[in-house]
C-alpha cells in the first residue's frame, strides 16, 4: 500500500486562526500518526475549582478526625474519597478516567507525608 502523501500544515496568524483550521479539517491529512510518541508531562497539575459543600455536622467531624489520624488536611483525605468511589462506579459501569488519578497518590491509603521542614504538628479538627 502506497504511503499517504500528507498536506503541509499552514502558518496561522492566531492561536483562534490555528483553532478554526483543526476544527473544520483532519489531522490524518497533515500528521503521521503512526510515529507519534505519548507526551509524559509529570509535573503538570489537574486544573482545580472551588465548590462549595454542605456537608452534616457530625460527618465533617469523622472525617477531619480520619484525616488527623493520618496527618493530612481533611480536603485532601475527602478529596481521594470522591475519587476513590468514582472509580469504582465507573469501574463497575466499564469506564475508565485518567483524568482521576491524583498526583503524588500510588494507592488510596494515605499514610502521613513527609514534610521538606521535618515532622509536621498534628492538626486537630475544627469545630
Known sequence: MPKKRLKSIPRFQTEAAERQFWATHDTVDYIDWSKAKRAVFPNLRPSTETISLRLPAPL??????????????????????????????Q?????????????????????????PKGSRAR????S
Open 91 to 115: 469501574a463497575a459501569a466499564g469506564q475508565h478516567n485518567p483524568r482521576l488519578q491524583l498526583p503524588g497518590r500510588t494507592h488510596g491509603g494515605l499514610g502521613p507525608s513527609p514534610s
Open 60 to 89: 465533617l467531624a469523622d472525617l477531619k478526625t480520619l484525616a488527623n489520624e493520618r496527618d493530612v488536611p481533611y480536603q485532601s483525605l475527602l478529596k481521594v474519597y470522591l475519587a476513590e468511589q468514582v472509580r469504582q462506579e
Open 123 to 126: 492538626r486537630t479538627p475544627r
